[in-house]
């Protein structure tokens, strides 16, 4: 067992850290306030290799380990989870690809987003299917050598900025996995939700109507695309659970270099147990939630089954934030309740972890799913 | 086109901001917008629009402002002369403006013929009245400026803000290119007896440009300034 971060990893962390600090944070309430989709961020982003790192090398990817693209997506989101939501969106739609796609489609949609500042989407939700994405009603109906497409997604992330989607839809009985280029005639993507938090993550409606798309975008067989779909989450969960991380560890820094200067009774908030305690619990929150989201990663980098990891580090991560995020403006007090400070902020970016990518009670489900299947815990 | 023109500016006032102030933060109380870089030393700073004394640290680039105390004796400068002498030039200047830009339509329509001369030399009456709206205006922001650098020193105690430093940058801005501006008029280059711009010769018509620009600098510059003291005066 290595705790120490490879020379490498350091290195990588510390590039991820300095963008923030250079481009994240100082515009993280601008794109709250404003809602405006982080164009530029995700640029300059892109230019230093911080997008779509875990593109296999054959197709000019870095092929980044899930658990290196943690520590980046944590620092990341120190800064502002939605940005970081923005910059990282990419990955959730394009593992189907990497998972199941095949030589031709690889080179089709993967290269093509190393070589300049594109986005792609994972359009699985709809309005009556979210956790239980069996019930997907979306069809794609075979006609000739093509595949037609009907239904309407939901809350799709980078849904207006997409260049192709990771479309799942049902062949007859089962589901199936399509890649759509958002160009094909019959897509309309919706307005933007406006959502509690993370403003500066695009979250849109995608409507299919009579979208024709070729047999040589299907993805896998017929019937695969569910067990496609939620293999996807392996890979993608641990990143998110890091996500939340980065929110606690923002919370954690502003709560502490708050109580270390604000004076209340004549001595600094920090010498008073009730609040030094709170940063005491939330640093060991956080390295739990750490432990728990590299775990689940270094798992899935060494080709191991981490479902139940995964599931773990995203549900307690989730949490963590939250009660980081509610007891950060706890020590900010009044302070901590105004748009004016950073802090009610990270209230509201929290939340979503506790819903998108499998909502907290779904990861209890994963859990007891695999515990079910264990004689005994070791 | 009119919102296209309105997003142009916005955007090149955004970047001009984001090079001029660097990293800000609005101060907790009054949601003034503080630049990092007006905090001592010490991290200290005095909101100069409610008196609040604020401790800034950046952690991971987010900048959290502590409020330390609250400045209350802040004097009100007495006679109020630095709103007072503020107003003339923001009131006059539009005018005088308006004045110009009718002289330089009617100069165009007379030069397509789509119109006679003025009858009775009205149009010179309406550029001297110009002259002097130029002369009122550009003058009383003397006062404004003395008044600024006044209230400068015994309100804000000479503490240094972006805000302010820019206000006396464009002050010293406005007056210049005023100063210019009422030259070129009195010196009978940029208008005719008539009343009428001046098209006849290339130095006429450079002397146009150059009094047509100073006078659209102006406003910019006046409008910069008369934003800023808004700021100044009610935070947002
Ligand atoms: C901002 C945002 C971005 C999103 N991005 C994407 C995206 O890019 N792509 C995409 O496909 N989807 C996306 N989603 C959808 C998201 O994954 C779903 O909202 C989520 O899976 C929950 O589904 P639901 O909203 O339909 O809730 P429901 O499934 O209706 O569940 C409602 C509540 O009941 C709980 N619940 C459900 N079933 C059970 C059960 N059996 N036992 C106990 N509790 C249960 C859930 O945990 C939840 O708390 C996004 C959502 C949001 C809000
Ligand atoms: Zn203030």
Redesign the pocket.
């Known amino acids: 067992m290595e705790f120490n971060l490879t020379p490498q990893q350091q290195e990588r962390v510390e590039a991820a850290r300095e963008f923030t600090r250079e481009w994240i944070s100082p515009n993280a309430a601008a794109h709250d306030r404003s809602g405006e989709f982080p164009l530029e961020i995700c640029r300059e982003a892109f230019k230093r290799g911080l997008m779509n790192s875990h593109i296999p090398k054959e197709y000019g990817g870095a092929h980044e380990a899930v658990l290196d693209h943690c520590m980046v997506m944590e620092e990341l989101a120190t800064g502002c989870s939605g940005i970081a939501t923005a910059i990282d969106?990419n990955g959730?739609s394009q593992y189907p690809v990497i998972l199941a796609g095949t030589d031709d489609q690889k080179r089709r949609f993967l290269a093509p987003m190393l070589d300049e500042l594109m986005f792609s989407?994972?359009?699985?939700?709809e309005p009556e299917?979210?956790?239980?994405v069996a019930r997907v009603k979306t069809t794609a109906t075979k006609v000739g050598n093509d595949y037609v497409l009907n239904g309407v997604?939901?809350?799709?992330?980078?849904?207006s900025v997409a260049s192709w989607y990771f479309v799942l839809a049902r062949t007859g009985e089962e589901l199936t996995g399509f890649i759509v280029p958002a160009g094909s005639p019959g897509i309309v993507r919706g307005p933007k939700?406006i959502?509690l938090g993370?403003h500066a993550?695009n979250?849109v409606r995608v409507t299919l109507e009579d979208v024709k798309v070729p047999e040589a975008n299907r993805l896998g067989a017929e019937g695969k695309g569910f067990d496609i779909a939620m293999a996807t989450f392996n890979h993608t969960r641990p990143g998110v659970a890091a996500g939340a991380n980065g929110i606690t560890k923002a919370a954690l820094n502003i709560a502490l270099s708050y109580a270390k200067r604000r004076r209340t009774f004549d001595k600094k908030l920090i010498s008073n147990q009730g609040i030094s305690f709170k940063l005491a619990e939330m640093m060991t929150r956080l390295d739990a939630a750490r432990f728990l989201t590299y775990k689940a990663a270094w798992l899935f980098d060494q080709g191991q089954d981490n479902a139940r990891e995964a599931a773990q580090a995203k549900w307690f991560a989730a949490d963590v934030a939250m009660s980081a995020a509610i007891e950060c403006a706890q020590v900010l007090g009044g302070y901590g309740y105004t748009q004016e400070m950073p802090a009610e902020k990270l209230i509201r970016d929290a939340k979503?972890y506790q819903?998108?990518?499998?909502?907290?009670?779904?990861q209890k489900?994963i859990i007891v799913s695999k515990l079910l299947r264990m004689r005994e815990v070791h | 086109m009119l919102a296209d023109i309105r997003r142009l500016a916005g955007r090149i006032s955004e970047r001009f901001k984001r090079a001029y102030y660097g990293p800000t933060f609005r101060c907790p109380v009054c949601h003034f917008v503080l630049a990092a870089v007006d905090a001592d030393g010490n991290g200290l700073l005095v909101c100069p629009v409610c008196g609040a004394v604020i401790e800034i640290e950046a952690v991971y680039g987010h900048i959290v402002p502590v409020v330390l105390d609250m400045e209350l004796y802040r004097p009100q400068p007495k006679l109020r002369v630095h709103p007072m002498a503020t107003h003339l030039p923001i009131g006059l200047f539009p005018v005088a403006l308006l004045g110009v830009v009718t002289l330089l339509a009617a100069t165009f329509l007379k030069r397509l013929g789509l119109v006679g001369a003025a009858p009775g030399g009205r149009l010179s009456v309406l550029a001297s009245a110009v002259l002097v709206l130029l002369v009122v205006s550009v003058g009383a922001s003397l006062a404004t400026l003395a008044s600024g650098l006044w209230d400068w020193n015994f309100r804000y105690r000479r503490r240094t803000y972006r805000q302010i430093r820019l206000k006396i940058a464009c002050s010293i801005v406005f007056l210049a290119l005023g100063a210019g501006a009422i030259a070129l008029h009195a010196s009978g280059l940029v208008f005719a007896a008539s009343g009428l711009m001046r098209l006849d010769s290339a130095a006429g018509v450079a002397a146009d440009f150059a009094y047509l620009a100073a006078l659209a600098g102006d406003m910019v510059v006046l409008a910069t300034l008369g934003h800023i003291g808004g700021t100044l005066v009610f935070g947002r």
Do not use: C
């Open positions: 969106g959730l989407a994972y359009a699985v939700t299917a979210g956790s239980d997604k939901w809350w799709i992330t980078n849904g939700e959502n993370q993550s979250t979503i819903i998108y990518e499998g909502a907290t009670e779904i489900m």
